[in-house]
């Protein structure tokens, strides 16, 4: 660091220090406060480093461990099989992550409570089993179906959620239970067939089926896709930095926003190209990411949304502060059960069919798993949306280069079983050291 630059710096620190009123003087003016974002963006690149740097020193790691264990994923995986990252591999990737991408949607609510819901499997492939009945067995609209299949999967985790939250059972025993009795509920709709074949041209099926695609044009649809989120984010940015700034709170600066935008124009454009040069992007992946988008919104843009995370942080805290905590803690089990159902959609879009096997085997390990893995805490009040996405790619990416490597399917719950470990544990370690650094 330069003489001039510690010089500014000692500066700084005596005219904040001189803002400050002696704690034994009653008669001083109010002290004035210097935010530390503020310091952090005159520094330019330099402090945004240092920014970084103490943040992963104190235990605030975020996305990255995710990002850079799926780096090397990627890396290993193409390294044995050229195939990986070719234009097929990864537009499979995209559209298969998709099913089980929507259950972690709705488990990242209840993980930051500190809760587990270990029904979403089985309320999924009840979802769509009640659609194929609707639809195959009484003639219904498959919309007004897919409806109503969500509705029942709202009520369903609505109904856990009030047991949980009003009765005191715990939310483990409550939703094993129901992992339990929606399976069977679903293995009793399917009768002795156990097979419920739906017609491909059924509305939400054939929306979510393979060979569907977002807009008529496959290419013109993904480059669309790449511009809207570029032009949203853009937008959302610029919002904000008015806000804040009408506000008189600290913004970010215009060149920091370009920068952004800019690095999500790249990945995304560079995404679309690759996708196009298979068969595009498909509708359920439009479908996942638009949910992504919106709950990401509800989550740190709504009142809603930061009640969500205060009880996960402190329930007795979040209840002396107003929140009714009973409410929210309902609320978001229905929503889990509502994600849940609707991923059951995904997964007949998948098939053309309502089977015994839906939301079974591992998927709900899979779906609680990517949460995790993404980023989101077992211990509740700290993660993100995204994290449903980062996890789901990573798992996907395991799945997709061992099968590619013709490896056995228990190679492959052992490999995912390892990085959920790590995942949790990165997780404490995480917390130990924000707690040492004071930040927890």
């Given at each position: 660091m330069s003489d001039t630059s510690k010089v500014s710096k000692t500066d700084a620190e005596a005219d904040a220090q001189s803002t400050l009123a002696p704690a034994d003087d009653p008669t001083a003016a109010p002290v004035a406060t210097v935010d530390p974002r503020l310091l952090v963006r005159e520094e330019g690149f330099k402090g945004y480093w240092?920014?970084?740097?103490r943040k992963v020193k104190g235990g605030e790691l975020g996305s990255l461990p995710v990002v850079v264990g799926l780096i090397i994923i990627w890396t290993i995986f193409q390294l044995q099989?050229?195939?990986?990252?070719s234009a097929d591999n990864l537009s499979n990737i995209s559209y298969y992550m998709s099913a089980t991408g929507m259950l972690a949607i709705g488990l990242v609510f209840v993980l930051l409570l500190g809760e587990i819901d270990l029904s979403v499997g089985s309320v999924s492939g009840l979802g769509s089993t009640l659609f194929a009945v609707f639809v195959v067995s009484h003639g219904m609209n498959p919309w007004l179906s897919l409806v109503l299949a969500v509705l029942t999967g709202i009520g369903?985790?609505?109904?856990?959620?009030?047991?949980?939250?009003?009765?005191g059972v715990p939310a483990f025993v409550v939703t094993l239970a129901g992992f339990l009795g929606w399976n069977g509920l679903m293995l009793w709709l399917l009768g002795s067939s156990g097979t419920i074949n739906i017609p491909s041209d059924s509305g939400p099926v054939h929306l979510l089926g393979q060979s569907s695609f977002f807009v008529d044009q496959a290419i013109i649809g993904a480059y669309l896709l790449a511009g809207l989120g570029v032009v949203l984010m853009l937008v959302g940015n610029f919002s904000e930095q008015r806000r804040r700034k009408a506000a008189g709170v600290p913004f970010r600066p215009t060149s920091e926003i370009l920068v952004r935008v800019g690095a999500l124009a790249v990945a995304s454009f560079v995404a679309a190209a690759v996708l196009n040069n298979s068969a595009g992007v498909s509708n359920a992946l439009v479908i996942f990411l638009a949910a992504l988008v919106i709950v990401d919104f509800v989550l740190r843009r709504t009142t809603y949304g930061r009640k969500v995370f205060a009880v996960g942080g402190g329930i007795e805290a979040a209840r002396r502060a107003g929140i009714n905590v009973p409410?929210?803690?309902i609320t978001v089990f229905a929503i889990s059960g509502g994600f849940a159902a609707l991923g059951g959609m995904f997964f007949a879009?998948?098939?053309a069919s309502a089977t015994l096997s839906a939301g079974g085997g591992n998927t709900l390990m899979l779906a609680i798993a990517a949460a995790v893995i993404g980023g989101t805490s077992l211990f509740g009040g700290r993660g993100s949306v995204w994290s449903a996405l980062l996890g789901m790619l990573v798992i996907q990416s395991i799945q997709t280069g061992l099968d590619l490597l013709n490896m056995n399917t228990s190679i492959q719950y052992?490999?995912?079983?390892?990085?959920?470990l790590g995942a949790v544990v990165i997780d404490s370690v995480s917390r130990r050291s924000q707690k040492a650094a004071g930040r927890a």
């Amino acid at each position: 660091m330069s003489d001039t630059s510690k010089v500014s710096k000692t500066d700084a620190e005596a005219d904040a220090q001189s803002t400050l009123a002696p704690a034994d003087d009653p008669t001083a003016a109010p002290v004035a406060t210097v935010d530390p974002r503020l310091l952090v963006r005159e520094e330019g690149f330099k402090g945004y480093w240092t920014e970084f740097t103490r943040k992963v020193k104190g235990g605030e790691l975020g996305s990255l461990p995710v990002v850079v264990g799926l780096i090397i994923i990627w890396t290993i995986f193409q390294l044995q099989n050229d195939r990986f990252l070719s234009a097929d591999n990864l537009s499979n990737i995209s559209y298969y992550m998709s099913a089980t991408g929507m259950l972690a949607i709705g488990l990242v609510f209840v993980l930051l409570l500190g809760e587990i819901d270990l029904s979403v499997g089985s309320v999924s492939g009840l979802g769509s089993t009640l659609f194929a009945v609707f639809v195959v067995s009484h003639g219904m609209n498959p919309w007004l179906s897919l409806v109503l299949a969500v509705l029942t999967g709202i009520g369903i985790g609505a109904l856990q959620g009030w047991f949980f939250a009003k009765i005191g059972v715990p939310a483990f025993v409550v939703t094993l239970a129901g992992f339990l009795g929606w399976n069977g509920l679903m293995l009793w709709l399917l009768g002795s067939s156990g097979t419920i074949n739906i017609p491909s041209d059924s509305g939400p099926v054939h929306l979510l089926g393979q060979s569907s695609f977002f807009v008529d044009q496959a290419i013109i649809g993904a480059y669309l896709l790449a511009g809207l989120g570029v032009v949203l984010m853009l937008v959302g940015n610029f919002s904000e930095q008015r806000r804040r700034k009408a506000a008189g709170v600290p913004f970010r600066p215009t060149s920091e926003i370009l920068v952004r935008v800019g690095a999500l124009a790249v990945a995304s454009f560079v995404a679309a190209a690759v996708l196009n040069n298979s068969a595009g992007v498909s509708n359920a992946l439009v479908i996942f990411l638009a949910a992504l988008v919106i709950v990401d919104f509800v989550l740190r843009r709504t009142t809603y949304g930061r009640k969500v995370f205060a009880v996960g942080g402190g329930i007795e805290a979040a209840r002396r502060a107003g929140i009714n905590v009973p409410l929210i803690r309902i609320t978001v089990f229905a929503i889990s059960g509502g994600f849940a159902a609707l991923g059951g959609m995904f997964f007949a879009g998948q098939t053309a069919s309502a089977t015994l096997s839906a939301g079974g085997g591992n998927t709900l390990m899979l779906a609680i798993a990517a949460a995790v893995i993404g980023g989101t805490s077992l211990f509740g009040g700290r993660g993100s949306v995204w994290s449903a996405l980062l996890g789901m790619l990573v798992i996907q990416s395991i799945q997709t280069g061992l099968d590619l490597l013709n490896m056995n399917t228990s190679i492959q719950y052992m490999i995912t079983g390892a990085v959920l470990l790590g995942a949790v544990v990165i997780d404490s370690v995480s917390r130990r050291s924000q707690k040492a650094a004071g930040r927890a």
